[in-house]
């Protein structure tokens, strides 16, 4: 199969993360799941004009290319690992400025401002340092994202799993969006979180 709808897909993603300025021109990463093979964004390509020709297909079990010879993204075996380990259909990985802020403070983004974000991110969990295209970063992402679908990577990133790319894009649009309102907060003495119960009743309509 060539899977030609599903890298559209991918590459249209991609092109949506830039176009709504969570990721720069040449910045983060884009996969899917189809059975046993990843697609992926390339490496060092413009992410904003991005076709289906430009996705390249990745054994799952292996990491191998398939049919391709594209220059694979450093973050490929994060993703392959993510799929190895979890039930998650789709990765997006990219470096939106209020997230990207909070993976370097020692701070959390807040969830519980707005009902949307506790429903769809529950917890925000930072990933340990570890060096940007590595076995290590691989490892420790993919083992988070277990029981966490938006991770903030220490002094990297951000990313977000979903089971369709829609998913996936909707929680890194929404946790930007929490980063920056938990930016804001800041300038006010107090904020009417949603606690107790009220979390609770979210988390039961997951």
Do not use: W
Not at 16 to 21: D, P, S, V
Not at 24 to 47: F, H, Q, W, Y
Not at 123 to 133: C, S
């Amino acid at each position: 199969m060539n899977y030609q709808e599903e890298k559209a897909l991918v590459a249209k993603t991609m092109g949506r993360l830039y176009l709504r300025g969570l990721t720069t021109a040449t910045g983060g990463n884009v996969s899917a799941r189809c059975g046993e093979i990843m697609l992926i964004t390339p490496s060092g390509k413009d992410k904003s004009s991005l076709t289906y020709d430009d996705i390249a297909q990745v054994n799952i079990e292996t990491g191998e290319q398939i049919g391709t010879n594209f220059k694979l993204s450093i973050e490929s075996e994060m993703h392959r690992q993510i799929y190895l380990k979890t039930n998650a259909l789709a990765v997006v990985h990219s470096h939106p400025n209020f997230a990207s802020l909070f993976s370097a403070l020692d701070e959390k983004i807040n969830t519980h401002l707005i009902a949307e974000t506790y429903y769809l991110l529950d917890e925000v969990i930072k990933v340990p340092y570890e060096l940007m295209g590595t076995k290590e970063l691989a490892e420790k992402v993919s083992t988070y994202a277990k029981d966490h679908v938006a991770l903030l990577l220490e002094n990297h990133g951000a990313l977000t799993t979903g089971k369709t790319l829609l998913s996936a894009f909707d929680r890194m649009e929404v946790l930007e969006q929490s980063a920056k309102l938990t930016y804001l907060s800041k300038c006010f003495s107090n904020t009417n979180d949603i606690s107790g119960d009220r979390l609770l009743a979210i988390a039961a309509m997951r």
